[in-house]
């Protein structure tokens, strides 16, 4: 691989800055807005692949340590699901209510960081 070759994130960027600056400026006002909201993804894309590695692997530590068990993301979500279900972990654990809100305030920056309860939360 080309070490001037644009990454993921660059390619993506590009193309949302695109659509904001070149493509929205010069449709109607429906397709402006269907173009906000591809703009409006591919910004969720470009979070993802900056802050996505570094939540999942957050994310799976605490699971490691609230379960007890090693496995991949998902298996231990799986596994968190199947503890909730059988009664093993409730919302009375505060290990589980601090995992829980800790995940929540991941998935947040990556969805909409201007969100206002994330905000509230983060600020």
């Known amino acids: 691989m080309s070490i001037n070759r644009p990454d993921t994130r660059d390619l993506v960027e590009a193309v949302r800055e695109f659509l904001e600056t070149r493509v929205m400026p010069a449709v109607d006002e429906h397709a402006a807005f269907h173009t906000r909201v591809a703009a409006n993804v591919l910004a969720i894309v470009e979070r993802e692949l900056d802050l996505g590695p570094d939540l999942d692997a957050e994310e799976r530590e605490r699971l490691r340590h609230l379960l007890g068990k090693e ?12 503890q909730i279900r059988e009664g093993a972990l409730d919302y009375h654990d505060p290990a589980l209510v601090e995992h829980l809100y800790k995940t929540t305030l991941g998935r947040m920056s990556i969805d909409n960081p201007r969100y206002s309860a994330y905000r509230k939360a983060t600020f």
């Open 71 to 82: 496995g991949t993301l998902s298996e231990l979500n799986r596994e968190l699901c199947l």
